[in-house]
């Protein structure tokens, strides 16, 4: 008893206990370990006892709709379990020990009776439950990732050189930083006190039997694994105890992918093999600051939303944040904001990105392929050409940013998310306009356009990082006249004053409908700097009006980085050049 004692006095949550009622609690609890990987509970049973963490780290995970999410974790020093448990209701969640725990849990009656006989246990509790209940989407959000491994995937990777490197840039973005040299010589209890002084602590390891790598799996939240472009991945790829645990699929993994070597290894075999969540790519100081954002949750992530032409105001957007010196971290987008970020990812400059963007689009209509539609307006070959001309076999896991762009599976009508593969291709299928441009079908999948399910994905990118995001929506009003809709001409007279290049009004009410349904949904996850550009008198099908958008962007992102550079002061300050 006196070690748990002892081990709840060291602990925030246990001040407000006297001696007495930390007694009475402790007398009352079963005081247990659980090994990493392993279920505390699991969603849908009864609630029958509050627990709390004495060491270690738990896992809090929600199975939904849309498969499982990680809703956060649970540090030492925290409770988990008591809403449902003093509600009478079943788990809402899922529960696994992400490394090795201890844990003291108190079961129903006994929680009962230390409600009405300490006050302290009563408090406690109570605060614990109005904290989460006035923010309820963001009750384990404090708990994010803080201890990190780099793990070397081959002895000729340096990752102690990399962790000294990345403890320095982590501390330049105002995190404390700590790295385990020799964890043999840590206890859990020691292990835990290092944890609680730092915000971020880094483990090193080899892939292989070492005591080392064997501490990395039972005790780091996120792994960064370390890869030479030169080598391949081993399989299977080791990243958990044991291959059946439970825990193993919510395990957070990223490539570091170094730019040593001659290239003859592929970045989607690493993908692949350790289930990557994101790829980081290193080939200098620069390209490691990234990292070091991701550490210290500091990175910035830009979303484009779709909106036709309007979408050229993306690119003075991305003139203004390189104006002003702020990182690119993480790149998405819809529809044709897809087809900007993906440029600002490959990483053109300003002059590169308008050239391409005027030939792919301005110079010409992309839409102008028209037929009697079947399923589309279009044949959609101008725009499969001009995406192959312009991006032509880069895959999304080699590009410089990381990024992701959105469509819609509209045989489940579910938002299908692009993270790995040929880039053309994610693009053609979130730009497939319904009505317009014909769907893809890959894999069984009926995709068409990202805006259709999901016009401004903040919340994807909200979940991909810790940072500031900054979201450009171009399609929010202003994008459609009703002018053209009023006593519309007849199609053969529409030919006869237009001709076949210029598309009908069906066109931009197809673009407009594609783009404006999600705009009534509140999100969950809004953007950071939100960005709204007007782009007066450019309609959805306007190819032509390129400058006027870009100017437009240009001043509407500077105005609101002025009206937001709170956020990102500390960001772009510490990545300035020194001495």
Known sequence: MKAAFDRCRELPYFKIFDDASLRAVIERGRWFSLSGGMELFRQGEPADAVYFVLSGRLIVVRRGEAGEEVLGYVRSGEPVGEMSLLAGESRSASVYALRDTELLAVDRADAERLLDECADFSRALAHSIVARARHPSASFKRASPRVFALIGSSPSVDVEAHAKAL????????????????????GEADFDDIENAHDVVLLTARVGESFAYRFAL????????????????????PLTPTEDSPVKKFRLVDIVMLHEGMKTGSV?????????????????PRTEERLARAIAGKTVGVVMSGGGARAYAHIGAIKAIRERRIPIDFLAGASMGAIIAACVAMGWDDAEIEARIRDGFVSSNPLGDHVLPVVALTRGQRVEERLKRHFGDARIEDLEIPFFCTSSEMTRGVTRVHRRGLLRHALRASIALPGILPPVVADGELLVDGAVMNNFPTDLMTNLHRGVTIGIDVAREATISPDAFANPPRFLEWVWRHGFRSPPPIVTLLMRAATSRQELRPRDSPADILVTPDVAGVELRDWKEYDRAVIDGYAATLGALDRNWMKLAAIVEAGLPRG
């Not at 320095?168 to 043999?184: K, Q």
């Not at 039972?218 to 790829?237: E, I, K, L, N």
């Open 268 to 284: 989607s075999d690493w993908v692949d093999a350790v289930d990557a969540h994101r790829v980081f790519h290193v080939s200098g």
């Open 218 to 237: 039972r005790h780091a939240d996120r792994f960064f694994v370390f890869a030479r472009q030169d080598a391949r991945p081993p399989r299977p790829f």
């Open 167 to 186: 403890l320095r840039l982590v501390g330049l973005y105002g995190a404390r930083a700590a790295a385990v040299g020799d964890p043999e010589t840590l």
